[in-house]
């Protein structure tokens, strides 16, 4: 195992594909910082012209995440070449076929892909994100990690990231051509952060639901205690508004696809790509709240009853540390990737390479 991994280090090492890659991830995020710094200083009122940066501690944090997060929504594309390209050719030049005749077992080769794949978008994450801090740093922008909490978070972000490249690796292994694993990881490169921009879009607890009602219905017996209303108006508003107006077909069928997988990420931790710093809201979220959403419904549906944020503030699930978040991200992630690793090598295992 360690001879194959050696020789697998030593040819990611000799890719110029792999350096190219390296090379983008070290200069887009500078550009990125530098044109972003421009866009927040431009002065048009007297001719073009740029002025100082002029930007509190949340909005610092913010850019500082985003820019360095970027690497999930931009290395994906990359990454499924790399290791279709890298791997596939080992079908067509035979040297699958030479490690198993020089006495290496199918799971050393195996494990052998799937470890050098992940230690190179590893390295990969890193660069981007070293490269982005010092171009957040050197634009000018300032660099602030949160006391160094951000760091958890980008390990998180590689952790979900290390999904895809268990993806692509046991694709562009279980297919002897290239066209077909290569097709197939482009697409699920492309296509990932659209998903998980749906499936993100239902990540509200089910019991931050049930707390919001309670303490809405507690609201209407205020309401009728006080004599705004009358039981019979009441009890059909609240019968009206209930947990399937407030959360929707969707949620039902995609608030479980959320639960169990790593998609939603890029939502949960604002890390929707450089197109997400166009956003109205520029401020690191030092919590995830649900609130918003009941609030937008509350408004939508009519509900009488307010919710104040003294009473959100005391419903179960309507808030989450990203502490937690992290570890719940960082489990399902690793789930998914024994899951995947495991199947492709009962395919691996049969496949005739002779």
Same mark, same amino acid.
């Given at each position: 195992?360690?001879?194959? +991994?050696?020789?697998?280090?030593?040819?990611?090492?000799?890719? =110029?594909?792999?350096? !190219? &890659?390296? %090379?983008? $991830?070290? #200069?887009?995020?500078?550009?990125?910082?530098?044109?972003?710094?421009?866009?927040?200083?431009?002065?048009?009122?007297?001719?073009?012209?740029?002025?100082?940066?002029?930007?509190?501690?949340?909005?610092?944090?913010?850019?500082?995440?985003?820019?360095?997060?970027?690497?999930?929504?931009?290395?994906?594309?990359?990454?499924?070449?790399?290791?279709? +390209?890298?791997?596939?050719?080992?079908?067509?030049?035979?040297? =699958?076929?030479?490690? !198993? &005749?020089? %006495?290496? $077992?199918? #799971?050393?080769?195996?494990?052998?892909?799937?470890?050098?794949?992940?230690?190179?978008?590893?390295?990969?994450?890193?660069?981007?994100?070293?490269?982005?801090?010092?171009?957040?740093?050197?634009?000018?922008?300032?660099?602030?990690?949160?006391?160094?909490?951000?760091?958890?978070?980008?390990?998180?972000?590689?952790?979900?990231?290390?999904?895809?490249?268990?993806?692509?690796?046991?694709?562009?292994?279980?297919?002897?051509?290239?066209?077909?694993?290569?097709?197939? $990881?482009?697409?699920?490169?492309?296509?990932?952060?659209?998903?998980?921009?749906?499936?993100?879009?239902?990540?509200?607890?089910?019991?931050?639901?049930?707390?919001?009602?309670?303490?809405?219905?507690?609201?209407?017996?205020?309401?009728?205690?006080?004599?705004?209303?009358?039981?019979?108006?009441?009890?059909?508003?609240?019968?009206?508004?209930?947990?399937?107006?407030?959360?929707?077909?969707?949620?039902?069928?995609?608030?479980?696809?959320?639960?169990?997988?790593?998609?939603?990420?890029?939502?949960?931790?604002?890390?929707?790509?450089?197109?997400?710093?166009?956003?109205?809201?520029?401020?690191?979220?030092?919590?995830?709240?649900?609130?918003?959403?009941?609030?937008?419904?509350?408004?939508?549906?009519?509900?009488?009853?307010?919710?104040?944020?003294?009473?959100?503030?005391?419903?179960?699930?309507?808030?989450?540390?990203?502490?937690?978040?992290?570890?719940?991200?960082?489990?399902?992630?690793?789930?998914?990737?024994?899951?995947?690793?495991?199947?492709?090598?009962?395919?691996?295992?049969?496949?005739?390479?002779?």
């Amino acid at each position: 195992m360690l001879k194959l +991994l050696g020789f697998e280090f030593r040819r990611i090492f000799k890719s =110029i594909f792999f350096w !190219i &890659i390296a %090379g983008f $991830s070290v #200069i887009w995020p500078v550009l990125t910082a530098v044109l972003y710094r421009a866009l927040i200083t431009l002065d048009l009122s007297d001719g073009i012209k740029f002025g100082p940066v002029r930007l509190g501690t949340d909005e610092i944090q913010y850019l500082t995440w985003m820019i360095a997060v970027a690497f999930i929504t931009e290395l994906p594309k990359f990454i499924a070449l790399f290791t279709c +390209l890298h791997i596939g050719r080992d079908y067509s030049d035979g040297i =699958i076929r030479n490690k !198993i &005749i020089s %006495g290496h $077992s199918r #799971i050393a080769i195996y494990g052998s892909y799937i470890v050098t794949q992940m230690v190179a978008t590893i390295c990969l994450c890193v660069i981007y994100i070293a490269s982005a801090l010092f171009g957040v740093a050197v634009s000018g922008i300032g660099v602030d990690l949160n006391g160094g909490e951000m760091f958890a978070r980008f390990a998180t972000a590689i952790v979900v990231f290390l999904v895809m490249t268990v993806s692509f690796t046991v694709l562009a292994v279980i297919f002897r051509r290239r066209a077909l694993p290569l097709i197939l $990881s482009i697409l699920i490169a492309l296509s990932s952060n659209a998903v998980a921009s749906v499936i993100g879009y239902f990540n509200t607890p089910g019991k931050a639901c049930d707390g919001y009602l309670e303490v809405r219905n507690e609201n209407y017996e205020e309401l009728v205690e006080l004599g705004y209303l009358d039981d019979d108006t009441a009890d059909e508003l609240i019968e009206k508004n209930d947990k399937d107006a407030y959360m929707g077909i969707g949620w039902k069928i995609f608030h479980p696809v959320y639960v169990v997988s790593p998609f939603g990420f890029e939502g949960d931790y604002q890390a929707g790509g450089v197109t997400s710093l166009i956003s109205n809201s520029i401020e690191y979220q030092k919590e995830l709240d649900f609130s918003n959403h009941f609030i937008t419904q509350s408004f939508m549906l009519d509900d009488m009853a307010q919710v104040t944020p003294q009473q959100y503030r005391k419903i179960d699930s309507m808030q989450i540390s990203y502490d937690e978040l992290n570890w719940i991200y960082i489990g399902k992630s690793v789930a998914w990737m024994t899951v995947i690793a495991a199947y492709g090598f009962v395919v691996f295992r049969k496949k005739n390479m002779f």
